[in-house]
């Protein structure tokens, strides 16, 4: 007789056949073989308290390593629990396989137990969503699902395995089992708009570049920091680009960003699209030339007018255009010595207008001390991650990574809830790292339960909760729009000490309501090798500016 194999076998070979080294999982009757393959295969398998965390995971572990993430998640509520996971990759293109169990094929439409539409449901929020049909092509369509993740800008893929696909067994010879089946998708640019680029970049005076998210996920750090140091290009970063340049780099700029944006004569935005982040587009200079690099050809031009669009790889792109421009007599760099000393003096202001608050010793802690400490105790080995709402906007102006790679946000879906997923997947990755997430207190209370996944797996990070006893983002704007007086519906949480909750679980837990304390507590949280979590109460009453600034209510 020959050999059979199950098809939760051949999908954990084909996992493996992808590089994944492990998987994010709620357990669930209708995907046990395939913990029964990883075993074979060497696969670890992270079982989590929550699906949503386990999709978050699986993106936060593809934005570190910049291999596909994969979770696995029962039928019904377990795939549906996952949907924000999904979601949230989708909108942060993010390359991620969602795997959904399903009742069994025999028993299609018949109301066994927790069927759903899965792939109808997944369909808009995936770049490719399908059921495998039969227990033959499993490891077939889980390649495919992996490949579809990186047609154009990156995103996540969903397949549903019925049980019965996913439980019987077929003869070994008869399963395409894929093991070279990936192409690269990098694409480098029309030449003809890389010269243009090299022209507009000679004849600029006042140029500015803004290097998105795309630049972390096509590891073209190198490309940028010689393309911005080679041409004298003062750059803003943003998403998980920060860091790209280090800070004190004489062209990395952040605070100036809107100034630059208004004065230049030449705007480059790499990888990041003319979203809400960026006013639609509508905040840059209308007499400025603008030029758009995307890996996405939908992205380009999209809510704005543009004067040159180039589709491809920001890396490839860059350097290209650097190598094209520095092959000319006059590459426009040595006339913009005064831009970028007018850039830095807005720059500097701005820095000083905010220091005292910063430095502040006020009780309750002002938020802007807390972000101002955390920023000071990141090393060059720390990854960063925000999860909440008006103190992450806070620590978005203040918090600097200093290496490329080392910064984590939801992206532009917004979603609270990341964090916890976020620090579990980077701990895991690159255990040779620090992980410090910093939590508004309604985030943390989504998620929270996987603190004791990370103590389980003994992934130890610093947790910092910024506890207003609110969801202050939005009280803001109910204040703003309703009045005081009916400020506080819906938006009120009680004061929990979050760092008792912590200790519950078997980690490391402190309060912090004295500013002075901060650095010292969380000296001993990075001592105490395990997960923490220091609880500072900052005050309720003090908004990020980027907050007030939101349009949403006005
Ligand atoms: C999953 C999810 N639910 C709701 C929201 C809307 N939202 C945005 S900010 C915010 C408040 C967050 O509160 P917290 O994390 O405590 O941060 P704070 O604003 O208080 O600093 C909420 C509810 C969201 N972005 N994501
Ligand atoms: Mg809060």
């Not at 080294?21 to 029964?36: F, M």
């Not at 070279?180 to 480098?188: D, G, V």
């Not at 007018?342 to 502040?360: D, F, G, H, N, W």
Request: glycine residues 10%.
């Amino acid at each position: 007789m020959s050999e059979t194999i199950s098809g939760g076998h051949l999908v954990a070979k084909a996992l493996k056949a992808e590089g994944v080294e492990v998987i994010y999982t709620l357990c669930g009757g209708h995907i046990i073989d395939i913990y029964d393959g990883c075993v074979d295969e060497g696969i670890e398998v992270i079982d989590v308290r929550h699906e949503q965390v386990a999709a978050h995971a699986a993106d936060g572990y593809a934005r570190i390593t910049g291999k596909p993430g994969c979770a696995v998640v029962t039928a019904g509520p377990g795939t549906t629990d996952a949907v924000t996971g999904v979601a949230n990759a989708f909108r942060a293109e993010s390359p991620m396989l969602l795997i959904g169990g399903q009742g069994a094929l025999s028993q299609h439409k018949m109301g066994s137990l927790q069927d759903l539409p899965h792939v109808d449901m997944m369909a808009p929020i995936t770049k490719f969503a399908a059921t495998v049909p039969t227990t033959e092509r499993v490891a077939d369509l889980v390649s495919m699902a992996f490949r579809e993740c990186y047609h154009g800008a990156p995103g996540p893929s969903f397949l549903e395995i019925p049980r019965d696909v996913l439980d019987a067994k077929v003869p070994l010879d008869k399963a395409r089992i894929p093991k070279n089946y990936r192409a690269s998708t990098r694409q480098a640019g029309d030449p003809e708009s890389i010269e243009r680029l090299a022209d507009m970049l000679a004849h600029a005076e006042k140029p500015a570049i803004l290097l998105g998210s795309q630049v972390q996920t096509c590891r073209a750090t190198d490309a940028a920091i010689d393309f911005v140091r080679g041409l004298d290009v003062p750059a803003y970063m943003n998403g998980s680009a920060r860091g790209t340049l280090p800070p004190g780099d004489p062209m990395h700029f952040q605070l100036s960003r809107r100034y630059a944006f208004t004065e230049a004569d030449l705007i480059i935005i790499v990888g990041t699209p003319f979203d809400f982040r960026m006013g639609y587009g509508k905040r840059l200079s209308p007499t400025a030339k603008v030029v758009q690099i995307d890996l996405d050809y939908r992205t380009v031009g999209k809510n704005r007018d543009i004067d040159l669009g180039i589709v491809g790889d920001p890396g490839l792109i860059l350097s290209a255009a650097a190598q094209a421009a520095g092959g000319r007599v006059e590459n426009g760099a040595a006339r913009r010595k005064e831009w970028i000393e007018e850039l830095r003096a807005v720059e500097t202001q701005a820095y000083e207008k905010r220091l005292p608050r910063q430095l502040s010793d006020a009780q309750p802690i002002d938020p802007y001390r807390l972000v101002h400490e955390i920023n000071e105790f990141l090393t060059e080995d720390t990854i960063y991650i925000g999860d909440g709402g008006d103190i992450v906007t806070f620590s978005g102006q203040v918090v600097q990574p200093k290496s490329p790679g080392h910064w984590m946000d939801p992206g532009p879906l917004g979603t609270l809830g990341v964090g916890m997923a976020f620090a579990m997947a980077a701990k895991k990755a690159r255990p040779d790292k620090e992980v410090l997430c910093l939590f508004g207190d309604g985030a943390f209370s989504l998620t929270g339960w996987d603190f004791e996944t990370m103590v389980r797996f003994d992934l130890p990070f610093i947790g910092v909760i910024g506890n207003n006893s609110s969801m202050n983002q939005i009280r803001y704007g109910q204040a703003a729009k309703y009045g005081e007086d009916r400020a506080r519906v819906g938006n009120t949480l009680g004061d929990v000490r979050y760092g008792e909750f912590a200790k519950l679980l078997g980690g490391h837990g402190e309060e912090v309501r004295d500013p002075a304390d901060i650095r010292p507590a969380l000296e001993r949280a990075r001592e105490s090798g395990k997960p923490s979590l220091i609880n500072v109460w900052v005050d309720p009453d003090v908004y990020a500016p980027g907050t007030m600034n939101q349009t949403m209510y006005k």
